[in-house]
Structures are given as structure tokens and as C-alpha cells.
């Protein structure tokens, strides 16, 4: 069992940056990768990574403006969000995959979940 906890949430405003982290219990060996869900709406995928770093997998709204990354010899996953915006505004979870370094978008598809860190963007 691999328990995920995310760190990094927290109040900024529009055009501000921030990085999310989410520690590993152990070594996963696995894609890794972040979802959101923001007020009243479906969690959605936002980026994943294979273990090697060599794939990297963002959705279409974070495109140029949040960077995954992962530090295996910590065993922690990084994302770093720039320029955000009120629509940025969600609770962000990490979830790792089991048995499989195939990046994927699909929320169903990944075994171990963290509990979620609040970010909240302000105008």
C-alpha cells in the first residue's frame, strides 16, 4: 500500500505561482500524476509523468503553464504552477499508478490516491 500526502496549497492571487508536492510512502516505481476538483465539478486530470521523467502528459487548460517533475531518490512528485488564474481554483490530488509506467489521463486507471491540498486563486 503506498500512501500519497500532498503539501503546497494555499491563497495566492491571479498571476502568481505555486508548487505542489506529494510524498511517497515508498518507491512506486510507476506513472505518477495530478487531478483537481474544483467546486460543484468532476475531478479532472491535470498532468502525469512517467518514472524516468522521459513522458510527461498535461491537460490542454495547464499547457505551458504547470510543470510536472519527480524526485525518485526522495520519493516526491513536484508540480509547478505558473501564471494561474481563478479557474485554477480546486483541491489538487496526486495519485500513482500500480504495476505500470504508462501515463494516462484517466482517474480510474490509478490505484493509490493522497487525501488533496486546496488551492485557491483570487482576482
Known amino acids: 500500500q503506498v500512501h500519497l500526502v500532498e503539501s503546497g496549497g494555499r491563497l495566492v492571487q491571479a498571476g502568481e505561482s505555486l508548487r505542489l508536492s506529494c510524498a511517497a510512502s515508498?518507491?512506486?516505481?510507476?506513472?505518477m500524476g495530478w487531478f483537481r476538483r474544483a467546486p460543484g465539478k468532476e475531478r479532472e486530470f491535470v498532468s502525469a509523468?512517467?518514472?524516468?521523467?522521459?513522458?510527461?502528459l498535461y491537460a490542454d487548460s495547464v499547457k505551458g503553464r504547470f510543470f510536472i517533475s519527480r524526485d525518485n531518490v526522495n520519493n516526491i512528485m513536484f508540480l509547478q504552477m505558473d501564471e494561474l488564474t481563478p479557474e485554477d481554483t480546486a483541491v489538487y490530488y496526486c495519485?500513482?499508478?500500480?504495476?505500470?509506467?504508462?501515463?494516462?489521463?484517466?482517474?480510474?486507471?490509478?490505484?493509490?490516491w493522497g487525501q488533496g491540498t486546496q488551492v485557491t486563486v483570487s482576482s
Open positions: 495519485a500513482a499508478r500500480r504495476y505500470t509506467n504508462i501515463v494516462v489521463s484517466d482517474p480510474s486507471l490509478y490505484l493509490y
Open positions: 515508498e518507491r512506486t516505481g510507476t506513472a
Open positions: 509523468i512517467t518514472w524516468n521523467s522521459s513522458n510527461r
